[in-house]
């Protein structure tokens, strides 16, 4: 959906988020077309404990808060939903207590999404890095540092985040330029492995053959190959 703080431009919500909306604050939201939703809203009033709490982690007046999907708030949202609509004893106390636990949780998450956020903008930097040094032979230790990461830390959310260790990555980097080169220039293959900085053409024929299953030689004639019958046929 769509929602409209007064005097400010539309924002659209999307599932994973969390509209806080402050008292006596004018806005209105609709559904964009094609889509429904289920509407439910928690209203509070926050003592002096509660209201320190959301100005200290809300300081914002129109807070959307992108906290993705946590099967626990939902559940909390569902339970909270239930005691309502069933009209339990105590269910203000109850409320309260369950309200505590949301934005606690609330807040865990969002905090946990910006320090997501800044890991994945260093991955994605250092994935930049890597294709700028494809030509070169770049210390994986020195981007971990140019991103003021350990390289141990690096390794670990680079694989969490890419599905490959750094110095796969890099590596599969130099061997797609590899074929790009194979296909497009007329380099000898040992010409290939020195601009792309492989210690020598027999560890290049290795690490290239390890990924394509063939050798540089093969996969260069298989590529002529197609070209000529690409030729023929037109």
Same mark, same amino acid.
């Given at each position: ?12 919500? $999307? ?41 200290? &982690? ?18 909390? &949202? ?9 009209? &339990? ?49 770049? $210390? ?17 959310? &680079? ?76």
């Amino acid at each position: 959906g769509v929602v409209c703080f007064d005097g400010q431009p539309e924002i659209e919500i $999307s599932k994973g988020k969390i509209l806080l909306i402050n008292p006596n604050q004018k806005f209105t939201y609709y559904l964009l077309p094609h889509t429904e939703w289920k509407e439910y809203f928690i209203r509070f009033e926050a003592d002096s404990y509660y209201s320190a709490l959301i100005s200290k &982690f809300f300081p914002t007046v129109d807070s959307i808060i992108d906290i993705g999907f946590n099967d626990e708030l939902l559940k909390l &949202f569902h339970r909270a939903i239930d005691v309502v609509q069933c009209g &339990f004893k105590s269910s203000q106390v109850y409320l309260s207590g369950m309200l505590f636990h949301v934005l606690g949780l609330v807040i865990s998450e969002s905090k946990n999404k910006t320090l997501e956020k800044k890991d994945l903008q260093k991955i994605e930097q250092a994935k930049i890095i890597m294709a700028e040094n494809v030509f070169n032979d770049a $210390s994986l230790q020195d981007i971990a540092s140019k991103l003021n990461m350990s390289y141990t830390l690096f390794r670990r959310n &680079f694989k969490k985040y890419t599905g490959d260790a750094p110095a796969k990555y890099y590596n599969d980097l130099k061997i797609n330029k590899a074929k790009q080169l194979l296909i497009e220039s007329n380099n000898s293959i040992k010409e290939i492995s020195f601009l792309l900085q492989f210690s020598s053409k027999e560890y290049f024929t290795t690490s290239f053959k390890k990924a394509n299953g063939i050798s540089p030689k093969e996969f260069r004639q298989k590529e002529l190959n197609k070209s000529k019958q690409s030729t023929v046929k037109l």
